[in-house]
């Protein structure tokens, strides 16, 4: 069974730093892609970017370009999201999801479970 | 790059069938032959409806089914069911400085 579990629960204040992780099983890790997606209270789901744990190759939405950072640990099968300054804004809930691409097409599926950070002073 | 648009919300009766639409432009919808559909309950990650644009995966039921026409996907549910009330969202590749693009999302209520 392909399974993506994801880091515990973080609150942390402004200005703080954070890496948030998402281990897989189930398949080849280093055969497919990873994203994460932002959802912030209330709100719609935004994808942030993803990365090729084979190569490392890492794509950012234009919108969270130079705001967070991609990377994985294939001794791990674990993939990872940080920010070295958190912001207020930063509060969401994040999931990961492995990305399974076809010609045009990519679909994510399954989703981890998700990730809550609440940044506040 | 803006989200793609699918209205706020749809609702229906037990037994109807509703469809919900996303709206994108020739850079994303338009170009690439397959969006993606997701269902979200609260408080639950999200699941994958239907892929490549009318493919479901195993365990998804038949009531589900996409298309698209245009610039616009849409998902239709019919024999609608209590479970089915859930957030939708929509997703399209964009090519490779976007790559992919959520919809607005679209509450759906069984009356």
């Known amino acids: 069974e392909v399974q993506l579990v994801q880091s515990g629960a973080e609150v942390k204040k402004p200005g703080e730093s954070l890496k948030i992780s998402c281990q897989v099983s189930?398949?080849?890790?280093?055969?497919?892609?990873i994203g994460w997606v932002r959802q912030m209270p209330g709100k719609g789901l935004e994808w942030m970017g993803i990365i090729y744990p084979g190569d490392s190759d890492t794509r950012y939405s234009p919108s969270f370009q130079g705001q967070v950072t991609i990377s994985a640990d294939k001794s791990i099968s674990t993939a990872y999201l940080q920010w070295s300054s958190l912001k207020a804004s930063d509060t969401a809930m994040y999931y990961c999801?492995?990305?399974?691409?076809?010609?045009?097409?990519?679909?994510?599926?399954?989703w981890g479970q998700g990730t809550l950070v609440t940044v506040s002073s | 790059q803006s989200a793609l648009t699918q209205p706020a919300s749809v609702s229906g009766s037990p037994g109807q069938s509703i469809t919900i639409s996303c709206t994108g432009t020739s850079s994303d919808v338009g170009s690439y032959n397959f969006v993606s559909w997701y269902q979200q309950h609260p408080g639950k990650a999200p699941r994958l409806m239907i892929y490549e644009g009318s493919k479901r995966p195993s365990g998804v039921s038949n009531r589900f089914s996409g298309s698209k026409s245009g610039n616009t996907a849409s998902l239709t549910i019919s024999g609608l069911q209590a479970e089915d009330e859930a957030d939708y969202y929509c997703c399209s590749f964009a090519g490779s400085s976007t790559y992919y693009v959520f919809g607005t999302g679209t509450k759906v209520t069984v009356l």
């Open positions: 999801a492995r990305l399974k691409v076809g010609d045009d097409s990519g679909w994510f599926d399954p």
């Open positions: 189930g398949y080849r890790f280093t055969s497919y892609w």
